[in-house]
């Protein structure tokens, strides 16, 4: 099914559902809160329906409009007739919105990672060439002929920089400067939100990059970065949501480096967040480290249930052979 017609049938869903609820992965980032909260917010221009935003916002993003709307998973309702997965399939949703998903009278999917899988949906809206999929949602917001207001241009531009990087990561497109002026005309205010979403960190986050960058690890000639979040640190320095962006950019910025890894210890878990200069395909790596990993060819992700020490006796070499 194309996408135009994807278009249609989501949202004739939408007119259709009494109630929808709006959900992106565990762990929601910059793309997945401004989809959700555009298409919400565009959808009650035409629906009568309740409409939802699960989610809990952290500081980089409890200032956007609409952001004291998000309902943490404890306050959902106890049905939806509509569930709509924004940036990232339903692999990644958390126990609570996996069986919210499962019950649903219909389920749709927005997405622009190439790992997601099409199945277990009935309307997939699935586009790896778009570099977010908050661009995804404005040409459907744009193709049901709504009006973008301010509040909704923020949550465009907002998921846009943060899949982009700011306008500096490789999937930035023409289209996507074109659509950011277009954003910025309906009122837009860049620095803010670049220095939120991309830049500012609480005290404790700022003491963690520094503990993280000073034990990095390099291996392959200073090809591989590797770095550490424990949790010890995180309690002792406290760390809060939001805390560990943008450390494995500065790890993968290092002269000679072409893959980062930033491992962060949480339970009896360990999540791994992956980033490639041009040579690895961190997408596949991550799915070869864990079914359930994947991404961006050059931005992904995965979570093994394992102990930090047993990830790092094998880590390092399977990230060196990924460069050979």
């Not at 306050?75 to 949703?93: E, K, N, T």
């Not at 049901?144 to 899949?163: E, N, Q, R, S, V």
Request: aromatic share 4%.
């Amino acid at each position: 099914m194309s996408n135009t017609a994807a278009s249609r049938q989501l949202k004739t869903l939408l007119l259709e559902a009494k109630s929808v609820l709006f959900t992106g992965p565990i762990g929601p980032d910059g793309d997945s809160f401004g989809a959700c909260l555009a298409l919400a917010k565009a959808t009650a221009q035409f629906s009568t329906a309740t409409l939802h935003v699960g989610g809990e916002a952290n500081f980089r993003y409890d200032w956007m409009p609409g952001a004291e709307t998000l309902l943490k998973d404890l306050d959902l309702a106890d049905s939806y007739d509509l569930v709509v997965v924004m940036d990232g399939d339903r692999h990644r949703l958390t126990p609570v919105v996996s069986a919210l998903f499962q019950a649903a009278k219909a389920t749709a999917l927005v997405d622009h990672h190439g790992s997601s899988s099409p199945d277990g949906y009935d309307v997939v809206m699935l586009d790896a060439t778009s570099p977010s999929t908050c661009e995804m949602v404005y040409t459907l917001i744009d193709g049901w002929g709504i009006a973008l207001d301010k509040a909704m241009a923020t949550h465009l531009y907002t998921g846009i920089i943060f899949d982009t990087g700011g306008f500096k990561h490789e999937n930035t497109q023409a289209a996507t400067h074109r659509l950011a002026a277009r954003l910025i005309e309906l009122g837009v205010e860049p620095s803010p939100i670049h220095a939120k979403v991309l830049h500012e960190r609480t005290a404790g986050g700022l003491r963690l990059l520094g503990e993280v960058l000073g034990a990095a690890s390099f291996y392959g000639e200073g090809a591989v970065a590797v770095g550490v979040v424990t949790e010890e640190a995180v309690s002792r320095l406290g760390v809060v949501s939001g805390d560990k962006e943008g450390i494995i950019d500065a790890l993968l910025n290092t002269a000679g480096v072409e893959l980062a890894v930033l491992v962060s210890e949480k339970g009896n878990a360990v999540r791994m967040s992956l980033r490639s200069k041009t040579r690895v395909n961190v997408a596949a790596l991550a799915k070869s480290l864990h079914p359930g990993g994947g991404g961006h060819v050059r931005a992904s992700g995965c979570r093994v249930s394992s102990s930090l020490s047993t990830v790092m006796e094998t880590l390092p070499g399977v990230l060196v052979a990924a460069l050979a």
